[in-house]
């Protein structure tokens, strides 16, 4: 299986760790939407399309991320330690809706979009340019980026601390971003 194509949308925020979403296409018959392209100390990497975890309040059932200190819905205070923690001791906060099994797949979808991820930042500067990326108007969930593991942090042990930029605490970066949205597939009901 080949990835045949690549749209990138570029986020333009030189703040931010996230440098951009893009969509790939596997055969030219199968899309997957929402990979996030991430500053890393060693150049731009791929984070797959994930999901914030969440967990249910004891009190009044409401539904909440498992960063979040109360209840959205009834003002409790929550527990710390429901979130759970991965292989490395980080707060598993997130999980992958797609992601390869393999490092040569993974090392492919890295390669191609990181390459088109270049192509695309040398378009951008020329007059007419058009994202081809597929917007559907989503809210996008800003303001996360610091959260991705750089390749290797969680399948071949950690990687060295002092080689990550220093990650900023949730919602002090972007002030005006963080009243966004959940995008809407975290909001359906279960
Ligand atoms: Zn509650």
Do not use: W
């Amino acid at each position: 299986m080949k990835v045949s194509e690549v749209r990138i949308k570029l986020m333009n925020d030189p703040q931010d760790r996230l440098l951009a979403f893009c969509s790939i296409t596997f055969d030219s018959c199968f899309v997957i939407r929402d990979l996030k392209i991430i500053k890393g100390s060693k150049g731009p990497f791929v984070a797959m399309p994930s999901r914030k975890l969440t967990d249910r309040c004891a009190r009044c059932g409401g539904k909440n991320t498992l960063r979040s200190a109360f209840c959205n819905h009834c003002g409790r205070k929550l527990a710390s330690e429901r979130v759970g923690r991965g292989a490395d001791g980080r707060a598993k906060l997130y999980a992958d809706i797609a992601h390869p099994i393999n490092s040569e797949c993974r090392d492919q979808i890295q390669a191609k979009v990181v390459e088109a991820y270049e192509n695309e930042l040398v378009l951008a500067q020329q007059p007419g340019y058009v994202c081809h990326y597929d917007d559907y108007g989503d809210d996008y969930d800003f303001g996360d980026a610091h959260y991705y593991d750089e390749p290797g942090a969680s399948h071949a042990g950690r990687i060295d601390q002092a080689a990550r930029q220093p990650s900023q605490p949730p919602h002090t970066g972007h002030p005006e971003r963080a009243a966004v949205r959940p995008r809407q597939t975290e909001e359906r009901e279960t």
